[in-house]
């Protein structure tokens, strides 16, 4: 018994050094980085010769994610503003996502193609550029798609779920008081009245409208007429530009180089500092090696 007593103080302290060791090269590793990070600096490479700038559109369009408004129009003014950029692409891969959100960005595109009028945009459609993302794109000069993307669903959806019968199932009674009649609706917890549904409908409407007016004043007389243009349908680029709702098929590179005739592109995305990425990248390895000494990795993973 004194033996194993004795065999697991001595493990305990290998593992006790073995963290230690792990901790203070973690530290030192990081001081370096900070050192050496006080050099790096974030310019743009190449932006001092002619270009073509290009901002990337990635994810799903929120305040909250990557492709947010405000991250957005920094890029677009950063990338008009520079003397030596001949164009402006959009480089676009996303579902869609705020209606409020693209406005911003539709609307500082115009802005900015009115400041800049020898400057122009074009939008340039990889996997998906649907929704809120096909929103944006209808603000450029024009629009390109690979023959397999993804393009449209011009329309606005509001999902949820009712669990009024769930809930008289296991006897659960909903509790829920407010000031002004109107406050608790759409509610998933009570029912749904028809003036709650007609209301909110009134809403979608609404902003769907909203959507078809702005692309129709972006892409004016290339839409074909289609009554299904508009109705939330979604084409492949073949289909899309049979139907006037993107102007050619190509990549990023080949507008670059055939379209602006600027061949050397220059991204203006924001970007996580260098010295940031390694932080985390650092971060993440200390994380992993954690997990693996304890044995808690086990290839699995979550997403």
Do not use: C
């Amino acid at each position: 018994m004194l033996n194993g007593l004795f065999v697991e103080q001595r493990r305990a302290r290998r593992w006790g050094i073995f963290f230690k060791v792990l901790t203070f090269a973690y530290l030192f590793a990081l001081l370096a980085v900070f050192f050496m990070g006080r050099n790096i600096t974030d310019d743009i490479t190449g932006e001092n010769v002619e270009h073509t700038a290009v901002i990337e559109v990635m994810g799903p369009i929120s305040a909250e994610e990557e492709a947010n408004a405000d991250s957005l129009v920094w890029s677009l003014r950063e990338a008009f503003e520079a003397d030596n950029s001949k164009a402006v692409i959009l480089r676009i891969n996303s579902p869609g996502g705020s209606p409020v959100q693209a406005g911003y960005v539709y609307d500082e595109v115009k802005r900015l193609r009115a400041l800049y009028p020898e400057k122009p945009l074009y939008a340039v459609i990889m996997d998906i550029g649907a929704s809120g993302a096909y929103y944006i794109a209808a603000a450029a000069d024009e629009i390109y798609a690979d023959k397999a993307s993804l393009v449209g669903s011009i329309g606005v959806i509001s999902g949820g779920f009712g669990f009024v019968d769930l809930m008289d199932k296991v006897g659960v009674e909903r509790r829920a008081m407010t000031a002004g009649d109107n406050k608790g609706f759409l509610d998933p917890f009570s029912p749904m009245k028809e003036s709650d549904k007609v209301f909110w409908q009134s809403v979608l409407d609404t902003t769907h409208q909203q959507f078809i007016d702005q692309v129709k004043k972006g892409r004016g007389d290339k839409l074909k007429e289609d009554p299904k243009l508009f109705s939330g349908l979604v084409w492949t680029g073949e289909q899309a530009l049979e139907k006037g709702l993107v102007d050619g098929l190509g990549s990023t590179s080949y507008v670059a180089r055939e379209v602006v005739g600027v061949e050397k592109i220059v991204n203006y995305s924001p970007k996580v500092s260098r010295l940031e990425e390694m932080i985390d990248r650092l971060g993440v390895s200390f994380g992993k090696t954690v997990a693996t000494s304890l044995g808690l990795s086990n290839g699995l993973s979550i997403r």
